[in-house]
């Protein structure tokens, strides 16, 4: 073996395992921000403003780190900026201690979190393009997500059944949630290290080297990357009409437990883990553009679909369905901005994405904090409904184009379709597959 495979497989090992750890992050801390906040006695508004202003904030200063991380090296500040994300949940720890009114310190400290959070985003995604071959990306990273959404999974009951059993005693909910938070440093800790493990091959692209963000900003709609942000952000802008409220309709309008609030959190995850290495399957044997819009399609009817029943059972079964759909469109999203980008433009180019999907994150939750204002608690099957015809109109218009065409000769849109809803993803054999030398073992975010 070469020592420049060695070192990438020691890599691929070292990412995996940083992304699993980061994971239990995700699902010990990042997950229950929200039913934190409603502890603090904050109302479904400032759930949906808890949700998406910090968000905004991390979009604009990640234009600023985009310019340190160029000069500092992309390695250098992912490191540093993950290790201060960890500190973040020293003070939020600290809040469990407040008996009342840290909705605004709880505000504080999550923005901060989120500035360092999509901070890194960029500088990790050029750093993470020079290291992981093109030729594996599709695979390596199905895989490597069935580990991040199994530590989300398991880390999130674990976080639940802290929180719950902590409720059911004396010592209080906010017990529960000072364990879950401290669980979530010291995952982000290890994260770190592993971080550190990871090498950078290059070559480096110096920032007088790299295209300036108004260069890659002018034609923006005419280049293959700006139709891919187009539609992503705008489906994140739909699908956030709803999303900031999915914890108060649990936990206020159906009353739901801690026990059973967890139980519909991890369901969506366990479908992620049951189907991330299908979806990177359907990316490599039928291209990342035909999986991207197959999996758009999939996303459009899922919040619709909770005004049909307030069944346990049923809404379990919702999760999952949403849990494929999600899984796919994430994945083949990430796949596809690889695609459109290159190492001199991709960190410009993420900057934008993730500014633009900042705006529209804060726009749709504030169009469904509107509806909820004028009609109270009867607001919430509204936004449901509005947020997938959002999704509707933004595919029919915008699907078709996106991605680039790898392929001389591509499957159409309904077979990709009818093969993936019937999961059969090895009838596409006519397309020959990939094949390496050595295939990079691995050992896992989200995020």
Request: net charge positive; charged share 10%; hydrophobic share 55%.
């Given at each position: 073996m070469k020592p420049s495979e060695s070192r990438l497989r020691r890599s691929l090992r070292a990412s995996t395992l940083d992304a699993t750890f980061d994971a239990a992050k995700i699902g010990c801390g990042e997950?229950?921000?929200?039913?934190?906040?409603?502890?603090?006695?904050?109302?479904?508004?400032?759930?949906?403003?808890?949700?998406t202003v910090p968000i905004l904030l991390g979009s604009v200063f990640q234009l600023l780190s985009t310019v340190v991380a160029h000069r500092v090296g992309d390695r250098v500040w992912v490191i540093g900026s993950a290790a201060l994300q960890a500190a973040?949940?020293?003070?939020?720890?600290?809040?469990?201690?407040?008996?009342?009114?840290?909705?605004?310190?709880?505000?504080?400290?999550?923005?901060?979190?989120w500035m360092l959070n999509l901070g890194i985003n960029p500088a990790w995604n050029a750093w993470i393009g020079r290291m992981i071959p093109p030729v594996v990306?599709?695979?390596?990273?199905?895989?490597?997500?069935?580990?991040?959404?199994?530590?989300?999974?398991?880390?999130?009951?674990?976080?639940?059944?802290?929180i719950d059993a902590a409720s059911r005693?004396?010592?209080?909910?906010?017990?529960?949630?000072?364990?879950?938070?401290?669980?979530?440093?010291?995952?982000?800790?290890?994260?770190?290290?592993?971080?550190?493990?990871?090498?950078?091959?290059?070559?480096?692209?110096?920032?007088?080297?790299?295209?300036?963000?108004?260069?890659?900003?002018?034609?923006?709609?005419?280049?293959?990357?700006?139709?891919?942000?187009?539609?992503?952000?705008?489906?994140?802008?739909?699908?956030n009409i709803s999303a900031a409220y999915f914890t108060p309709y649990f936990l206020h309008a159906l009353n739901l437990s801690y026990?059973?609030?967890?139980?519909?959190?991890?369901?969506?995850?366990?479908?992620?883990?049951?189907?991330?290495?299908?979806?990177g399957?359907?990316?490599?044997?039928?291209?990342?553009?035909?999986?991207?819009?197959?999996?758009?399609?999939?996303?459009?009817?899922?919040?619709?679909?909770?005004?049909?029943?307030?069944?346990?059972?049923y809404q379990i079964g919702l999760q999952l369905v949403g849990g494929f759909a999600w899984a796919g469109f994430e994945l083949t999203s990430f796949l596809n901005l690889f695609d459109c980008t290159e190492d001199r433009n991709r960190a410009q180019v993420l900057s934008i994405y993730n500014?633009?999907?900042?705006?529209?994150?804060?726009?749709?939750?504030?169009?469904?904090?509107?509806?909820?204002?004028?009609?109270?608690?009867?607001?919430?099957?509204?936004?449901?409904?509005?947020?997938?015809?959002?999704?509707?109109?933004?595919?029919?218009?915008?699907?078709?184009?996106?991605?680039?065409?790898?392929?001389?000769?591509?499957?159409?849109f309904r077979n990709v379709f009818t093969r993936v809803v019937t999961l059969r993803p090895s009838e596409g054999d006519d397309i020959g597959p990939v094949v390496m030398d050595e295939e990079p073992r691995r050992q896992h975010r989200e995020s």
């Open positions: 997950v229950y921000f929200a039913a934190f906040a409603l502890l603090l006695g904050a109302t479904p508004f400032q759930v949906g403003v808890l949700a973040v949940f020293v003070p939020i720890v600290l809040l469990t201690r407040v008996a009342g009114g840290g909705y605004p310190w709880l505000l504080a400290w999550v923005c901060l979190y990306r599709s695979r390596y990273f199905g895989r490597r997500n069935v580990a991040v959404h199994s530590l989300i999974f398991l880390s999130l009951l674990l976080g639940g059944f802290l005693t004396q010592i209080g909910a906010a017990t529960g949630f000072a364990a879950a938070f401290t669980i979530a440093a010291v995952s982000r800790a290890v994260s770190v290290w592993f971080l550190t493990r990871q090498h950078d091959p290059g070559p480096f692209v110096a920032a007088e080297h790299r295209v300036a963000t108004r260069t890659v900003l002018a034609g923006f709609w005419r280049q293959p990357y700006g139709r891919l942000i187009g539609l992503m952000v705008l489906i994140s802008g739909a699908v026990a059973r609030f967890t139980i519909l959190s991890a369901a969506i995850v366990v479908a992620r883990v049951l189907s991330s290495s299908y979806w399957e359907i990316a490599r044997i039928y291209g990342n553009r035909r999986a991207l819009q197959v999996s758009a399609v999939l996303i459009i009817p899922l919040s619709s679909l909770w005004v049909v029943s307030d069944n346990f059972g500014l633009f999907n900042g705006v529209m994150i804060v726009t749709g939750s504030m169009l469904g904090g509107a509806v909820m204002h004028a009609v109270g608690d009867a607001g919430y099957h509204p936004i449901f409904i509005i947020s997938s015809t959002c999704r509707a109109l933004i595919v029919l218009f915008l699907a078709r184009g996106v991605g680039v065409k790898r392929r001389a000769r591509e499957h159409s």
